[in-house]
């Protein structure tokens, strides 16, 4: 019996150990990190999201969601490309959360509703960013109707879908931390391809020896 009791309790610890260490993820997941500076501090990157963010939130002026989309493309900060308008759809669920009120979990699919609910940035807050303004252009179309597409307001923190053609300001936003470059430059290519072949050749020149 004692035996039996033994193992029921060492079952039972095991089991609020596992259940504790959950919680703690979870907790864990929730916390908002600091955004941390990029590219002298033209940019910010978000380590919650995985995506950075140009510290100038209007840099284009106004414009069509087209010409947005457009100017965007070809735009490079410190010499870094890549850049594209938020994502309001991030998992490609075409399910857009709204994000009213917050709430870290529902925020995380949509870039700049977490932008605004969990880390404050507001057209009259915009703390490390300048030239935050009032309503942009998102990326994302409506699912039910491709001609509208999602827009964002930085003044309440809600959004919807309109057709393409009013003008609205753009915030770029680049997927990843510029910081890490996961392709190499053509001179760093040719450069690793001379050493790899300085190796070889020294390693026959050992074998004849």
């Known amino acids: 019996m004692r035996t039996f009791q033994k193992r029921l309790l ?10 504790s260490i959950g919680i703690v993820s979870t907790v864990s997941v ?4 600091p955004l941390e500076s990029r590219l002298g501090g033209q940019a910010y990157y978000d380590p919650n999201l995985n995506i950075t963010w140009a510290t100038n939130a209007n840099i284009n002026g106004f414009g069509t969601w087209q010409d947005q989309q457009t ?5 490079t900060i410190g010499g870094i490309g890549g850049w594209r308008l938020p994502n309001a759809d991030v998992n490609g669920d075409n399910t857009v959360v709204d994000c ?3 709430g870290v979990a529902g925020c995380s699919d949509n870039e700049m509703g977490f932008l605004f609910w969990e880390r404050g940035i507001t057209a009259n807050t915009p703390r490390v960013f300048t030239s935050v303004v009032s309503s942009y252009w998102s990326g994302t179309e409506y699912a039910p109707n491709p001609n509208l597409k999602y827009y ?3 003044t309440t923190g809600k959004q919807s879908a309109i057709a393409e053609s009013p003008s609205l300001f753009a915030w770029a936003v680049r997927s990843g931390d510029v910081n890490v470059s996961s392709v190499p430059e053509p ?6 391809g001379l050493g790899l072949a300085g190796l070889l050749g020294f390693g026959r020149r050992q074998r004849r020896r």
């Open 10 to 19: 060492t079952t039972s610890l095991y089991v609020a150990a596992v259940l």
């Open 30 to 33: 929730a916390v908002v990190m």
């Open 152 to 154: 964002f307001l930085f």
């Open 187 to 192: 001179g760093t290519i040719v450069l690793m």
């Open 71 to 75: 100017w965007v493309s070809g735009l």
């Open 100 to 102: 009213f009120g917050g």
